[in-house]
């Protein structure tokens, strides 16, 4: 997913990442030239983030500053070429007043990236954990929301709803990609890895083609802004 971003937006450029958590994307930017804000309202992550950025040389550390803040609450002074939200939308209730807010911080021609829980597979991983009963019960559902790794219980967005928003709000060339669709079950104490590579390649060919990405845990969507709503 920083590749794609990446790739969308000059390095150089700025970019907004809400909900940046320990720094993990913001640092990846911030060394790949980029002006970043990292805003989060964790104070502990910030804490953590800025621990990884005292690490950075030091023309790397002035691209990148960190802000406590959230979506609904944060009233940023400039817009962004780029605004990413990764691995937040999930914890909300719903995704629709979050996007229409994070696609105001993009400026004309820039990129807005987001990565979220997957609704359309909901159940697969009960399933292929052996938990067949919940499995079926959040596929008889249609259950938007199940248990996470850390125990809490997050929702998914269908991707084509996230889409379709994006184009409301003003967004072009919108696309979206499956993320962990066959390496959502591996056990990272177990995996071989010298198989990264072939599993990387592998989860990069089927992250754009249907049946595959339909079946993949995350979703990410990105489209570039090209007009105000």
């Not at 105001?104 to 009963?133: C, M, P, Q, W």
């Not at 084509?160 to 967004?171: E, H, N």
């Not at 990387?200 to 992250?207: F, H, K, M, P, V």
Request: contains cysteine.
């Amino acid at each position: 997913m920083f590749e794609v971003v990446a790739g969308l937006t000059a390095a150089g450029g700025t970019v907004l990442d809400m909900g940046c958590g320990d720094g993990e994307i913001s640092l990846r930017l911030c060394e790949a030239g980029f002006n970043v804000l990292g805003v989060d309202a964790s104070s502990e992550m910030l804490r953590r983030a800025n621990l990884r950025k005292a690490h950075l040389p030091e023309k790397a550390r002035k691209r990148l500053n960190f802000a406590v803040g959230d979506i609904e609450s944060f009233e940023p002074e400039q817009t962004f070429d780029a605004v990413c939200c990764h691995g937040v939308l999930m914890y909300l209730d719903d995704s629709s007043a979050a996007i229409q807010k994070l696609s105001n911080h993009v400026t004309h021609g820039g990129v807005l990236s987001i990565l979220t829980k997957n609704a359309l597979s909901s159940g697969f991983r009960e399933a292929f954990r052996g938990d067949y009963t919940l499995a079926r019960q959040l596929i008889e559902t249609d259950a938007a929301s199940s248990m996470g790794n850390l125990g809490i219980s997050t929702r998914g967005d269908d991707p084509s709803a996230v889409i379709d928003l994006m184009k409301r709000c003003g967004f072009d060339d919108c696309q979206w990609r499956g993320i962990r669709i066959f390496s959502d079950q591996l056990d990272a104490d177990s995996f071989d890895d010298n198989l990264a590579d072939a599993l990387i390649a592998l989860e990069q060919t089927a992250s754009v083609r249907d049946p595959y990405r339909i079946m993949a845990r995350l979703f990410h969507a990105t489209g570039r802004k090209v007009h105000q709503t």
